[in-house]
């Protein structure tokens, strides 16, 4: 919380941020609801409240939960010779309607833009595409989220979810907020770029102004001397995907060191889960390391499970899943939110006994919330 606006704490502990400004008044306190406050405040508060302000990260109680059976997300990869090359794992951004979704239909060789506007739409999350590189089998991995929440999800739990970005960006329309927006993101975030100007089928189209209009927000593409990728295609027409797909392998090569130890136990996140009626929790999970096999027991958030079964983007079955392979997993106890960690654990029980402490937590910081709400709204009375 440190550093945190009234506002946020408020939106923390789910009360309304006037009503903390004026608790704040009558303890003879001037605070404005968009200030940052110290420690003290929120301590003062706290004991007004008789909510018990602890200045600890859910992240690092987390690791001493997982510590404490001797796990650890993100541990060593282990040796130098088991590391393996993986796949990278991509998301695509841009501003809306400048084709995303229709993008990344096309690139998994199906469309459901048409089914977007009446429909249902089922979607896995996260595909795996296969391309031909310099006569190579290569593969990328997508993910395939609405409004790429699991994105935002992930990015503010701290987990690095996608090695590469592609930034959609329609030729017939340039550079928009979104634009602008989706770039800081990655460019915060470290992810290499490549830009897709999509659209490009119309008559009306110029790729040129948008190489010049991102050029001056230090985006530069390779032929004017800089290190971005830039791809014309048509998500529509289906016009140079090929092309874009090998952009994505070539920028991958040139400027990260993508590998993984297959061989270990299976870490990675959660893209993004539902209930299914049928099937009852499903889990769209991203592997990042280790290999992900059915059978196997884990615990992804508050849920715990043994892998039942897992899907492909196809909905054939896998048996197992290495590092930068999405999969749908079935076996789940509950629903796991999106952009949470999933990790195999020794058995069952390990993986009972972790969830079930989160879930707890979980519980009594929700208890917490209650309680605030229940008294500040006594104060607000009185
Ligand atoms: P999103 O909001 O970025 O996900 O955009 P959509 O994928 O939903 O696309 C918005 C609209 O642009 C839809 O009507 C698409 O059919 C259309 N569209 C997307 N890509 C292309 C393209 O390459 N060419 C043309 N002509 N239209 C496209
Ligand atoms: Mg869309």
Do not use: W
Not at 18 to 44: I, N
Not at 251 to 271: E, F, I, K, M, Y
Not at 314 to 325: I, K
């Amino acid at each position: 919380a440190r550093g945190a606006s009234l506002t946020d704490f408020a939106e923390k502990i789910g009360v309304d941020a006037a009503s903390l400004v004026q608790m704040l008044f009558h303890l003879g306190e001037m605070v404005t609801a968009t200030q940052s406050v110290g420690d003290e405040t929120l301590e003062l508060l706290g004991e007004e409240l008789n909510y018990k302000v602890e200045v600890v990260s859910p992240e690092d109680e987390d690791r001493e939960l997982l510590e404490s059976f001797d796990l650890e997300f993100g541990a060593d990869e282990g040796d130098e010779a088991d590391l393996v090359v993986r796949p990278p794992v991509v998301t695509v951004m841009g501003h809306v309607d400048h084709g995303k979704t229709k993008l990344l239909d096309a690139l998994r060789g199906a469309d459901v833009v048409a089914g977007e506007a009446g429909g249902i739409t089922q979607h896995i999350g996260a595909y795996q595409v296969h391309t031909e590189v310099d006569g190579e089998d290569r593969r990328i991995s997508f993910i395939d989220t609405p409004g790429h929440e699991a994105f935002t999800a992930m990015r503010a739990r701290g987990s690095q979810s996608s090695d590469i970005a592609i930034l959609v960006v329609a030729a017939d329309d340039g550079v928009m907020p979104q634009t602008v927006e989706a770039l800081n993101h990655a460019k915060a975030a470290e992810v290499p770029i490549v830009v897709a100007v999509n659209k490009v089928d119309k008559p009306e189209a110029d790729p040129t102004k948008v190489r010049g209009q991102l050029t001056e927000y230090g985006l530069v593409p390779e032929e004017y001397g800089g290190d971005a990728m830039f791809v014309d295609v048509s998500a529509k027409a289906g016009i140079n995907l090929d092309k874009l797909l090998e952009a994505v392998v070539l920028t991958a090569d040139a400027s990260l060191d993508l590998r993984a130890n297959p061989h270990q136990d299976a870490q990675g996140l959660v893209v993004e889960a539902h209930l299914d009626r049928g099937r009852g929790p499903v889990a769209t999970i991203l592997v990042q390391r280790g290999t992900l096999r059915v059978g196997d027991s884990i615990v992804a958030g508050p849920a715990h499970g043994r892998v039942r079964a897992m899907l492909d983007e196809h909905g054939n079955e896998m048996a197992e899943a290495d590092p930068g392979r999405p999969a749908m997993v079935l076996g789940l106890s509950s629903v796991p939110g999106a952009g949470q960690n999933f990790i195999v654990v020794e058995d069952d029980r390990v993986a009972r006994q972790i969830a079930e402490k989160r879930e707890a937590r979980e519980r009594a910081a929700l208890q917490a919330k209650r309680r605030v709400r229940r008294t500040l709204e006594d104060f607000m009375a009185s």
